[in-house]
């Protein structure tokens, strides 16, 4: 005989719970992260009053989620030790869709069909609570606020209308909010332990509040989660095999990272990142798709992997950023189009490559480590990032004809220049030890002029975008005249231009008759020593490399 309150959703629910749950998450599991996310704010919120009234805590200060299965009864139960909620808030919290802007949205969404814009627009707004309407056919929300002597029952099947009743308090949490999912018949699935477990694990593994799970009435509870979020400690709390645990767990993979960077970024953007170059390559480095794994996660729940928050040339690292900034329910077109967004992959971006260079000084052993796995896909970045690309040079390293088993900076190559050159010169294409060997650098060698041997395919396209640095040009010796008579050989022997040569003159007249319909020109050149000839390509043209490239590319 207790009074049953019946009331009407406010605006045309019906209709946006139907758009919802047909249209906006394609992905049905999104439910539980939502309701665990309530449940975790609802326990952070319980946190925050208790440090002024510490009696909110009734003496159980440790914030619990607990998940039971029933699957007999088709039913999950979600329950938190939270703030709860009373009589108002249950009708305000839950009574009415995204409060701040119902009205607006329907506005908005106005004439619009299910799956058209309207159904993106609905991410925008504060709908979570709601997708649990997509696995249940009904919900019940038992609640009790923190301090209260009373508990309310809500609910409904999200039809339209929904009931609040008053219930006998031991029938609702001593403190906070019990959920009963009757599940849909082809929602069965969500009483199976493994999936529940994949799904949290998954999902909100990293929710600061631990998650229990109890898998028939009656049950053990058992931990699936501990509930510490490690990126939100401090650096110096956590410790080394901590972060290699986590990097393991966010990555996949079983071995060590090469560098770890853990921040927070406070001010116009707030977001926290911890990122690890692996200390491998990854499997799936040089997919076309060359799609990045960062993670995004908003205020500590699991939103996408998907949100490339790497520029691609750093696809490679792993980790997760998680910001305050983004709604919940951020959509996909919002991720995309986001400045937020924008304005954190830049600072994720610089503070990585400000790291790697960190690295370069300090550990010099683990940086080559690092840039034998990774240099070829940085170097994408010298033309893909135009802001960085003197940064990037900079911190690439090289194979030289003087270097040797150790590599060597372009710095380092600018300073050791012949004080009579002025371009740094490269030969690129095939292996190592065909670079060695190639005629084309004989004149260099002789004369002791340092030759880059870029090895990975991506040189041969940088080389042609980056016009300089430190103001000296890149030049193959492929490629046009190279000018070495200015240079004196190592040996000591004459400066005399080959041109000077009548036997040269005579040769090449009989040279060019002959070749007539293959070269362009034929020239006596200051670049053999051992060698007789060697093919070079016209300057202002693509090197010899690319051309190769091009030919097979069918160009
Ligand atoms: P949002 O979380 O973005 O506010 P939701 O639809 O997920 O939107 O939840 C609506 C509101 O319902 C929350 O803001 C909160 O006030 C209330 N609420 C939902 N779940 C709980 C809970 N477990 N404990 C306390 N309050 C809750
Ligand atoms: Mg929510």
């Known amino acids: 005989e207790k009074p049953v309150e019946s009331h009407v959703f406010e605006a045309d629910v019906a209709r946006l719970l139907h758009l919802m ?54 039913r999950l139960i979600l329950e938190d030790n939270g703030i709860g909620m009373n009589h108002d808030e249950l009708i305000e919290a839950l009574g009415t869709i995204a409060r701040s802007g119902t009205r607006a949205f329907m506005e908005r969404i106005g004439a619009n069909k299910p799956g058209g814009e309207g159904s993106q627009l609905i991410g925008q707004f504060g709908v979570g609570f709601y997708s649990c309407f997509m696995v249940a056919e009904r919900v019940d929300v038992a609640s009790r606020r923190a301090g209260s002597d009373n508990a309310w029952r809500w609910s409904s099947d999200g039809k339209g209308s929904y009931e609040v009743t008053p219930i006998d308090p031991v029938d609702a949490p001593a403190r906070g909010t019990r959920i009963t999912l009757h599940l849909m018949a082809d929602a069965k699935n969500y009483t199976s332990r493994w999936t529940i477990e994949r799904i949290v694990k998954e999902q909100s593994g990293h929710v600061p509040v631990a998650i229990t799970i109890i898998v028939k009435p009656g049950g053990e509870p058992e ?84 949100a490339e928050l790497m520029p691609r040339y750093l696809r490679f ?13 951020v959509s996909r077109e919002m991720i995309q189009e986001s400045p937020i967004l924008s304005a954190i992959r830049k600072g994720v971006a610089n503070r990585i490559v400000t790291a790697i260079e960190k ?48 590599f060597r900076s372009l710095g380092e190559y600018v300073k050791d220049m012949k004080s009579e050159q002025s371009v740094i010169y490269y030969l690129a294409g095939g292996n190592l030890e065909q670079l060695k060997a190639s005629p084309q650098l004989e004149g260099f060698r002789a004369r002791g002029i340092e030759v880059l041997l870029l090895t990975d395919s991506i040189d041969s396209f940088w080389t042609m975008n980056a016009p300089e640095f430190e103001g000296k040009a890149f030049r193959s010796v492929t490629q046009g005249a190279a000018d070495l008579s200015q240079t004196p050989k190592l ?65």
């Open 491 to 555: 040996d000591g022997q004459s400066l005399a231009s080959p041109e000077a040569s009548a036997e040269a003159d005579a040769f090449v007249e009989f040279a060019k008759k002959t070749l007539a319909d293959h070269v362009a020109d034929v020239r006596a050149s200051d670049r053999l020593t051992e060698s007789a000839v060697c093919l070079v390509a016209p300057e202002n043209s693509y090197d010899r490399q690319m051309e190769k490239i091009l030919q097979s590319a069918g160009r």
């Open 359 to 406: 690295l370069a000084e300090s550990e010099p052993e683990t940086f080559r480590t690092l840039w034998d796995n990774f240099g070829a896909v940085i170097k994408e970045g010298i033309y893909e990032d135009f802001e960085r690309r003197s940064q990037l040079l900079a911190l690439s390293r090289f194979r030289t004809t003087t270097s040797g088993e150790g």
């Open 317 to 329: 690292v792993r980790g997760l950023v998680d910001t305050s900034d983004l709604p919940l329910n």
């Open 21 to 74: 749950v047909h249209s906006v998450y394609s992905d049905k599991d999104v439910f539980l992260r939502e309701l665990i996310s309530n449940a975790a704010d609802a326990c952070e919120k319980l946190r925050y009053e208790a440090i002024e009234t510490p009696s909110l805590l009734g003496g159980d200060g440790e914030a619990r989620i607990t998940l039971t299965l029933d699957e007999e009864a088709n």
């Open 223 to 306: 931990r699936i989660t501990d509930g510490s979020a490690l990126w939100t400690k401090a650096k110096n709390d956590v410790s080394k095999d901590e972060y290699t645990d986590f990097y393991r767990g966010v990555s996949g993979q079983y071995d060590d990272p090469a560098l770890t960077v853990h921040f927070r970024a406070e001010g116009r953007h707030e977001y926290t990142a911890l990122a690890f170059v692996p200390g491998s390559q990854p499997f799936d480095m040089f997919d076309p798709d060359r799609k990045g794994r960062m993670k995004l996660y908003v205020k500590r729940v699991f939103i996408t992997d998907d």
